[in-house]
């Protein structure tokens, strides 16, 4: 059976929303390496030897990976999809997306909802949209 992971490319930013995110999950970041430090590094232009070229983060039993986006045509921003949130407290769930919110766009707010005790969505400040919700 395969293992479905989350795989997020950033602008530049990449180090730091791991790093970001590992604070706020609680999570622990396994790999974070640059072009720079990377056995590939002659592959790409030296002004990105700052990017990264692979992130891992585990959090309960899930993982996170992501890089910096490497490709010629422009960064597209993470389009089309939102990453799930779910909590079973209300305190865990509203401490989770006012972290994410901080410097960021709150599309709903985090309220109750028909199906949830709380639910809101919110774009963070490195363009990855979430959904937050209590059940």
Known sequence: MPHLFTYLLFDGTCAE????????????????????????????????????????????????????????????????????LTYPDTQTGTQTFDALAAAGKVEMPLTATPFARAYGTLTDRFGVPWQVMVE
């Open 17 to 84: 929303a791991m790093r970001c995110y590992e604070r706020i999950f609680r999570g622990r970041i396994e790999v974070l390496t640059l072009v720079g430090e990377s056995p590939m590094a002659s592959q790409f232009p030296a002004s990105s030897a700052h990017r990264v070229i692979h992130a891992r983060m585990t959090l309960n039993g899930n993982t996170l990976m992501a890089s910096d986006w490497m490709a010629a045509e422009p960064y597209p921003g993470i389009r089309g999809v939102r990453l799930m």
